[in-house]
């Protein structure tokens, strides 16, 4: 099964502040924008890879696999409304998808 370029399709989110003031903490806003980062720093390295090398792109998946955990916490913990759920539901989404694909395709590497 190819893995499919889910995350071309990802608009990068940009949140309101006031959506980045109902939630969380005092932190939230800087929090915010170093996951949205992260975000767009994952994205590009999945669009860098080199996807003829399975042990490379393992590396990148693995390691973003882990970025959208990371940044799922933060949206989790800092966003709220429809941003809190479309945000989530799009780190999460890539998440799962990139784990489906290194479970299938990076077996012992």
């Given amino acids: ?5 889910p995350f071309a399709a990802f608009a990068i989110l940009g949140f309101a502040a006031p959506a980045l003031a109902q939630g969380g903490d005092a932190t939230c806003p800087r929090d915010v924008l170093v996951a949205q ?4 720093q994952a994205i590009d390295q999945l669009e860098q890879a080199d996807v003829s090398d399975t042990e490379k792109s393992c590396r ?3 390691r973003h696999v882990e970025t ?3 940044v799922a916490a933060v949206y989790g913990r800092c966003l709220s409304g ?6 989530l539901a799009q780190v ?4 799962k998808e990139f784990a489906v694909a290194i479970r299938d395709r990076c077996k012992g590497l």
């Fill in 1 to 5: 099964m190819p893995l499919r370029r």
């Fill in 37 to 40: 980062s992260m975000q767009r």
């Fill in 60 to 62: 990148v998946w693995r």
């Fill in 68 to 70: 959208m955990r990371r």
């Fill in 82 to 87: 429809t941003e809190r759920t479309r945000g």
């Fill in 92 to 95: 999460q989404g890539s998440e």
